[in-house]
């Protein structure tokens, strides 16, 4: 399986970012995606997921501010990521979970918030 991301970029604070994610097969195949994140000298943090059914759950610093979507015709999830703040910096990773446990993921994609 291959996850390509993109979407990344430099955005005031307050601003938004809307991420994508684009899977090499089916994503009705996979339990769940969702997004990681990895802040310079941080360890990896889980932020967003959507299983197959459509539920979704977020990180709490989140919450009310980021929207986890996806468009199984498209093969697609995405992030929309809203009133961003300067600790939101981080490489963001997408991933899938396949029904065996399995995961995969993308290469990552830069998020920059700062004035």
């Known amino acids: 399986v291959q996850l390509q991301a993109s979407g990344g970029g430099l955005v005031q604070p307050g601003g938004s970012l809307r991420l994508s994610c684009v899977v090499s097969k089916s994503i009705l195949s996979f339990t769940s995606m969702g997004w990681y994140r990895q802040a310079p000298e941080k360890q990896r943090e889980w932020v967003a997921a959507?299983?197959?059914?459509?539920?979704?759950n977020y990180l709490d610093s989140v919450k009310g501010r980021f929207t986890i979507s996806r468009d199984n015709a498209k093969n697609a999830m995405y992030l929309q990521m809203d009133s961003l703040k300067p600790e939101d910096t981080a490489v963001y990773y997408c991933?899938?979970?396949?029904?065996?446990?399995?995961?995969?993921w993308g290469q990552g994609t830069q998020v920059t918030v700062s004035s």
């Open positions: 959507i299983t197959s059914g459509g539920v979704t």
């Open positions: 991933y899938t979970q396949g029904r065996g446990g399995s995961y995969s």
